[in-house]
């Protein structure tokens, strides 16, 4: 396992009354990508902004390339490009000079410009006013703005609202390709699960202020979920779950059983159990679960 960059110990934060967020902690490691999901409201945003110092977490510890952040705050964002929310920018300007006055606030290289606008593809629309931009461009020059200080670690707030399928499949390949080109560490939230499958190697799943997953997708969406379709789906019921299996569902009028498998060698004792208990079985098979059908069940959603 590579080194942990980012480390967040039992951070919580209330608004009010309302726990936003609720003992989290997560690891980040080197050269992945992060991808960080929930439902609106799930804490997300609130969790990116404790860790980029914006928002004071009411417990619990951040600490970025091995310090911590409330000692280091300016050291270390200067290692850290963001895009949370919507992107802002001068309006009146263009792209190149919306990047110029970053570039210049913080004493950047010129080529650095230049090589922002290359990585987000719009370095032959660098001389146009940013208020004559697509949205699909202005999401791409908020991104080319975390970017143009080439920071070792990039946080992305939801960088597909908005965009058209051409848009999206434009930006999931444009992170896709931040770590191996320039050897950055990128965490990317969103509600868009699709996307997110194809994207992070890594995820966790915020669900009420809590995180109630993170590890390897892979890992997560390897297990399959089996269809059985028996002459007693009461009995096939009772009988998957004295053997320990776990989120039955059946339709009796269908007569078919749907279960969850960790391994795929068990359905073969299944299959054996249901024939000794005299229950006929018509047909049986499994599908791979995807990402939405993991979150929804995670999350406890209809």
């Not at 992945?32 to 990116?48: H, Q, W």
């Not at 946080?155 to 999206?168: A, F, K, Q, R, V």
């Not at 966790?204 to 997953?213: P, S």
């Not at 795929?264 to 679960?289: E, F, H, N, P, T």
């Amino acid at each position: 396992m590579s080194e942990s960059l980012i480390k967040i110990q039992d951070v919580s934060k209330k608004f009010g009354s309302q726990t936003v967020l609720n003992g989290i902690s997560m690891n980040i490691h080197e050269g992945e990508i992060y991808g960080f999901l929930g439902k609106n409201g799930a804490g997300k945003s609130t969790l990116m902004k404790v860790m980029l110092g914006l928002l004071k977490s009411d417990s619990g510890s951040v600490n970025i390339f091995n310090q911590p952040l409330q000692k280091n705050r300016a050291s270390i964002l200067k290692n850290i490009g963001a895009l949370i929310e919507e992107p802002a920018f001068y309006p009146d300007l263009t792209g190149e000079e919306n990047l110029r006055v970053i570039k210049n606030l913080l004493d950047l290289p010129e080529e650095n410009i230049f090589e922002a606008l290359d990585t987000v593809g719009l370095r032959k629309a660098g001389n146009k006013l940013v208020k004559n931009y697509s949205l699909g461009m202005k999401q791409r020059l908020g991104i080319a703005l975390a970017l143009v200080k080439m920071p070792k670690i990039l946080i992305l707030d939801e960088p597909t609202n908005g965009l058209d399928p051409e848009g999206m499949h434009q930006m999931r390949e444009l992170i896709k390709e931040l770590p191996q080109k320039y050897k950055m560490t990128v965490l990317i939230s969103s509600h868009l699960l699709s996307e997110m499958e194809q994207i992070a190697g890594t995820i966790g799943i915020l669900n009420g202020g809590k995180l109630i997953y993170q590890g390897p997708i892979n890992k997560l969406v390897e297990k399959r979920k089996y269809f059985i379709k028996s002459s007693d789906v009461y009995r096939t019921q009772n009988t998957l779950q004295a053997m320990g299996i776990l989120n039955i569902k059946s339709d009796q009028q269908k007569q078919v059983t749907e279960f969850n498998l960790e391994n795929a060698k068990d359905m073969s004792k299944v299959l054996k159990k249901l024939v000794l208990q005299d229950i006929d079985i018509y047909s049986a098979y499994g599908a791979k679960r995807t990402l939405e059908d993991i979150f929804l069940e995670l999350t406890g959603s209809d």
